[in-house]
């Protein structure tokens, strides 16, 4: 049973923790942004005893910390709106799940592209059985693919657009040479993906916190920052 307790749900992602309150209309509301490790450090100040609390975490350390303050954690064992045949759900990430269940709310079939320090893809098929997906590196990692295991190149920050080909400088050359592969390997996962299901069937869903660069280059909906936050409330649904 729910408790009569406003909900609040928390994204929790290998750098930054977002939380959002649950309207009466069910709408999210987004509360705060704030840092793994500053959220880490004083998890309790952000739990309040008059609301209720349900979380996706992909950071194991502060996935025990809420499990133990009594969190709602979205984990494997959990009852889903989508189905499962082959799918082994005990390697898939909390934040993977709850994609996949806010897809069902949505036509499918349907892809959700999280564009976080990992890019993943979760996929729906139009009888709602989640299938699974691929995995890649984010812009920032690649970023530090190139300065971790190099001697000179610099460690860049994310920039909003690609320069133009050639790189003028080496800053230049990495950015192309990072966003655009990133941009490509995208596009070639979907375009295989796409291959599986009628032609103009499949939607196509960005979601995480650098979905907006991914945008301007590629055709998706864009499933704002509350998507993973409002699979979360729908799994939480599910089982309370």
Not at 51 to 60: E, I, L, N, T, Y
Not at 69 to 93: C, Q
Not at 145 to 150: F, N, P, Q, R, V
Request: charged share 20%; with cysteine; proline share 5%.
């Amino acid at each position: 049973m729910h408790s009569k307790k406003p909900l609040t749900i928390l994204n929790v992602g290998n750098t930054h923790v977002h939380l959002f309150d649950l309207m009466e209309d069910g709408a999210l509301a987004s509360r705060a942004i704030l840092t793994t490790a500053e959220f880490a450090a004083s998890p309790v100040k952000w739990l309040e005893k008059s609301r209720q609390f349900a979380a996706s975490s992909v950071v194991p350390a502060v996935t025990r910390m809420l499990s133990s303050l009594g969190v709602f954690v979205v984990s494997p064992e959990m009852t889903f709106p989508f189905s499962v045949r082959k799918l082994d759900l005990s390697t898939v990430g909390a934040d993977r799940l709850a994609n996949a269940a806010r897809l069902t709310e949505g036509k499918l079939p349907a892809v959700c592209i999280d564009f976080g320090t990992a890019v993943t893809f979760e996929i729906v098929t139009d009888a709602g059985e989640f299938t699974g997906g691929a995995i890649m590196p984010g812009r920032m990692l690649l970023r530090h693919a190139l300065h971790d295991y190099t001697a000179q190149l610099p460690l860049l920050a994310l920039a909003d657009s690609i320069p133009e080909l050639p790189g003028s400088s080496t800053c230049d050359a990495m950015r192309i040479g990072t966003d655009l592969a990133a941009v490509g390997a995208v596009r070639e996962i979907l375009a295989s993906l796409e291959k599986q299901f009628p032609t103009g069937s499949l939607r196509k869903v960005a979601c995480g916190g650098d979905r907006r660069f991914f945008l301007q280059y590629l055709e998706l909906e864009d499933g704002g920052d509350d998507f993973t936050p409002q699979g979360v409330r729908r799994i939480w649904e599910c089982n309370c």
